[in-house]
């Protein structure tokens, strides 16, 4: 296990009382390989639970083993270079924009760790390419091309620090569904190509069925479902998870209320087409 | 209500263009504009209030031209709502924020309050007057946005990709008060939008691309020309996409059931 | 994030159902009757200044705030009053008066080491205790006395002698001084806790009417503040943010030398500058479909109106001033 949550909990004083974000958090996961959708109502923890990845948070209650860091700990303890391992994107990356040129800006983060400041350019040209911003552009502002550039932009910024884990906050939002299937596709490549694992706040269910191998449901802080996502859509208590089903099986539901043809549960909306094929021979 | 002809628009910064553009919108209706990012649907909303000025062209709201002199007139009867929630929230409260608009147009104040009320119910956020805009989620400062439009009483309410910033939850919510407006208090609504699955709901839509109008009409009609699509640059929706694929497989398009149901399918929610 | 600005605590005292207007006036006028107090040993004074003292505190009790919060508020300027008394009760060295105290006090190879460790003292039960105000009173005391008590020791002692002298005059300014400071601020402060932003800056803008006479655009400045105001906590939020992706990108501000803190600022800062310069821009054109015109004339959704209860406070108020300019005269 090379993140490992053992009871966490965070809370924060609010107005009146204690408000507990996390509550009771245990979970698992591998430096390699894994794509896991973290899934649930807004305000239910997500946003502070993948802060915990990257020691942006600390715990308030049990601890967080983060490749072999111990959160939280008694003495003051450097917790940096856990950042260049666990790259977090946030929610609207282009706003971290800031440096003179945009290879300079892709730059700013393998800059600032020992493992990866000598080859910053290098790395950094890399990721430019790979999300798909040509060389012509390295020197100019990144303030001055397009809001869909800028997103990719900040994007190479955390993939230049070459980190294992990538931990991304509904990194689709605000995009057209064009750019959402271009982001959707960089990331599965990265997946695929270099085995990392992925940790993906979403609240698009297609993109959850698409992509995802793993999904951990939170509801009011606590984890109420931890496993595939097969599983979650098949789940007898789905309905207590306040989540969408994703469209395709949408579809399905709307299909059997209407011309009562039977369910069936299809992972993806081909297999919905051949089964509607095989119904209606 | 809105006559649009011939308009000329080109935008240094963005490079964005329109290109000899005529359209009319009816009382009443609710149109969608389409289109991919930089077709030019975003500068058309900021023309069609006044923001920026075409190069050439011609836009009459209710019959009034709009020219410098008559941007003032024309402001208080086309209301719109921006894309960033937090962006257009002018006011240190909710209360404040609807009041905003009547304030300016020098509505005595007894009136204000009335209306504040009225329309802070009318979009369901009667409890949260004295909320400051920090507390409220982005599905709920577009409603008080909603509400400040309504509350001048503007004939026209134009939605520039007012639902991209939210989350599913908000855009529930101001999808269905825009429903709502329109179906049941008549309000003339313009959305723009790049989200099909959106602008199914709407009874007519224009499609721009590169700046110029390639096709209007019915969703119902339009929406199922695939080369269409791909040309604007379009995507379409899963649920469009099984309804499209199913009317193309042989065997199946002849299921009129079938196929009546994916396209009511795509219709609700 | 629930981000408060100001002092501002709800509620439904006398005070706070005041007009804001008249709240604004009344401590000017409170404030500026405090200052016209002499500083002499008559009796008059003396007794003016300890009234005017005492109605800031019964002020309190209209407030609805209770004292400790009130008193809490000067925990700030506990230092700066310290000092300045102590700074009174030197200074004055008038003729013809008794001393009070005399004591002789010695600054030397004693005395300079035990300052030293009282101060070390000072610092380590400071982080322990929760009484920080008392334990400052104690050291300050205690500063005084281990110069006095080493003159005690029977041995010739090298260094720096002085007498402190504290005389009556003295006594009497640095206690003047002392409550004045305190009267103010507490009636400050109430006032800020009384009157919400929103309260304040229509109070103001109703006060600042006159000035459009002389062409004063003094509605642009109450929609400058009353803009500023909704968005300090937009824009703290969209810092916290911005930070937040920084860190990420391994701009620690803990762990990182001077040189890279520099650079970690302006990756804060630039980010910051553009958010709120496109905040700016689309806020205006919001504005503009809106109806906004600059310098137009605008109705107010708040209305305030000055009933029995503003006129009484301005009376009071006013009454105080003239009574005090009256004595001043007269005597």
Known sequence: MDIQFKEVGYAYQGFKKQYHALKNINLEIEKEGEFIAIV????????????????????????????????????????????????????????????????????????????????????????????????????????????????????????????????????????????????????????????????????????????????????QGEIVFDGKKDDLFQHEDF?????????????????????????????????LLSYLKEVFK | MIKVRNLNFMYEETKEVIKDLSFDIKKGAWVSILGHNGSGKSTLAKVLVGLLKAQSGQIFIDDIELTENTVHEVRKKVGIVFQNPDNQFVGVTVRHDIAFGLENMKIPQEEIVKRVDLYARLVGMEDYLKKEPQQLSGGQKQRVAIAGALAMHKDIIIFDEATSMLDPEGVFEVTNLIRKLNKEQGQTIITITHDLEFALKSDY????????????????????????????????????????????DPKLKEQSELVDALWTFNLKK | MNIK??????????????????????????????????????????????????????????????????????????????????????????????????????????????????????????????FKTTWFFIFVVGIFYIQYAVTLIPMNLD??????????????????????????????????????????????????????????PTYMFSMMISLTLRSIPTLLNETDKIMKAQ????????????????????????????????????????????????GEERTKLDVYKIGFKDYLALFVTSAILITLVVMGIAL
């Open chain 1, 40 to 219: 649930g109502q807004t305000g239910s923890g997500k946003s502070t639970l993948v802060q915990h990845l990257n020691a942006l948070m600390k715990p308030t209650s049990g601890t967080i083993n983060i490749l072999g860091t111990v959160l939280p700990s008694k003495k003051k303890i450097k917790v940096n270079h856990l950042r260049q391992k666990v790259g977090l994107v946030f929610q609207f990356p282009e706003y971290q924009l800031f440096e003179e040129n945009i290879l300079k800006d892709v730059e700013f983060g393998p800059s600032n760790f020992k493992e990866t400041k000598d080859h910053k350019t290098e790395y950094a040209k890399k990721s430019l390419k790979l999300v798909g911003i040509d060389e012509s552009l390295y020197e100019e502002s990144p303030f001055r091309i397009s809001g869909g550039q800028m997103r990719r932009v900040a994007i190479a910024g955390i993939l230049a620090m070459n980190p294992n884990i990538l931990v991304l906050d509904e990194p689709t939002r605000g995009l057209d569904p064009q750019g959402k299937d271009d982001i959707m596709d960089l990331f599965n490549e990265i997946h695929v190509q270099e085995h990392k694992t992925i940790i993906m706040i979403t609240h698009d269910m297609d993109i959850v069925a698409k992509y995802a191998k793993r999904v951990v449901v939170l509801n």
């Open chain 1, 239 to 271: 309905h207590t998870f306040h989540l969408d089903y994703p469209t395709h099986m949408r579809m399905m539901n709307h299909l059997h209320e209407t011309l009562g043809i039977k369910k069936k549960f299809v992972k993806n909306q081909d297999e």
């Open chain 3, 247 to 294: 860190t990420s990108r391994g701009a620690d501000f803990n762990e990182s030398s001077i040189g890279q803190k520099i650079g970690q600022i302006i990756a804060l800062l630039i980010p910051v500058f553009v958010i709120s310069f496109d905040r700016a821009e689309d806020l205006s054109n919001a504005m503009e479909a809106r109806g906004y015109i600059i």
């Open chain 2, 205 to 248: 839509a224009l499609i721009l691309s590169e700046g110029v109008l390639i096709k209007e009409g019915k969703p119902s009609e339009v929406f199922l020309e695939e080369d269409l699509l791909r040309q604007s640059k379009l995507t379409v929706p899963p649920g469009l996409k099984l309804y499209l694929d199913v009317k193309n």
């Open chain 3, 159 to 216: 260094g720096f002698n002085y007498q402190f002298l504290v005389y009556p005059s003295g006594l009497l300014r640095a206690g003047f001084i002392f409550l004045r400071i305190i009267a103010v601020m507490v009636v400050a402060s109430l006032l800020t806790f009384t009157t919400s932003t929103i309260e304040l800056n229509d109070g103001l803008e109703s006060l600042m009417k006159p000035l459009r006479y002389i062409k004063v």
């Open chain 3, 5 to 130: 600005i100001g002092q501002y605590i709800q509620g439904d005292s006398f005070l706070h159902k005041l007009d804001p207007r008249i709240k604004l006036v009344s401590m000017i006028l409170f404030i500026v009757s405090i200052f016209l107090v002499p500083i002499t040993l008559d009796t008059y004074n003396i007794v003016a200044m300890i009234t005017l003292f005492i109605i800031s505190i019964l002020l309190v009790f209209l407030s609805g705030i209770p004292l400790g919060k009130v008193l809490q508020g000067l925990k700030a300027i506990v230092f700066l009053m310290t000092f300045t008394f102590i700074i009174q009760l030197f200074s004055i060295q008038p003729l013809g008066e008794n001393p009070l105290l005399d004591l002789p006090m010695n600054l030397g190879l004693i005395s300079i080491p035990l300052l030293i460790l009282l101060l070390v003292l000072y610092f380590f039960v400071k982080k322990r205790i929760k």
